[in-house]
Structures are given as C-alpha cells and as structure tokens.
Nanobody
Framework: QVQLVESGGGLVQPGGTLTLSCAAS????????MSWGREVPGTQRELVAS???????WYRTFASGRFNISGDTPKGIVNLMMNSLKPEDTAVYFC??????????WGQGTQVTVSA
C-alpha cells in the first residue's frame, strides 16, 4: 500500500520559517522524483519544488531563493524548508513521489498558515 506521510505544518508569523517533511513507503519501483505541491481551497494544486533521484532541485519562481528542498529521493524522503514566509504562502502542502512512467502519489497534506 502506497503511503506518503507529511509533517511539519502549522501556524507561523510572516517572515518566519517552517520545515515540512515527507516519508514515502509502499511504492513499487525506484522513485525518480519527489515533489511538494500546494493547494488553496478553490484553486488548482500547484507544484512548488521537486528533487530528482540524482539530487537536482527545481523550484517554482515564487519559491526560488526562499524555499529549499532536500532529502533522499530514492529512499522516499523529502523535506522543504520555507523561509521568509508570506501570508500568500498559506495553503495545504502535499508531498508526491513518482516512478518513471508511474502515477503521482500524493499524501494527505499538511496545513501551513502564515498569519500575524
């Protein structure tokens, strides 16, 4: 059974830092990419950052320079350190793990709220 468990969400003040963690299990085949996405109610889920099995990161523009993705993709572990958080970063953050040609495997999500 595929399972992705996210943790680390919560309430943080603007300008603060939060680190999300994710652990994947039960995925058949080598994981080639792990990602973080986020979703605000009523809008489409958007990709935030990805980390390949080779250790190459990718960031969406708004995340570049503020967020840092790290982990061990082949082992199904990925973290997202979010710095200089803004109220517009408030969303449910989801972890995803993919094998080559395989489907997205999203976790249940963890709420991040940026508010004074």
């Amino acid at each position: 059974q595929v399972q992705l468990v996210e943790s680390g969400g919560g309430l943080v003040q603007p300008g603060g830092t939060l680190t999300l963690s994710c652990a994947a299990s039960g995925i058949v085949g080598p994981i080639y990419m792990m990602s973080w996405g986020r979703e605000v109610p009523g809008t489409q889920r958007e990709l935030v950052a990805s980390l390949t099995a080779g250790g190459d990161p990718w960031y969406r523009t708004f995340a570049s320079g503020r967020f840092n993705i790290s982990g061990d993709t082949p082992k199904g572990i990925v973290n997202l350190m979010m710095n200089s958080l803004k109220p517009e970063d408030t969303a449910v953050y989801f972890c995803d793990a993919r094998t080559i040609n395989g489907p997205h495997n999203w976790g249940q999500g963890t709420q991040v709220t940026v508010s004074a």
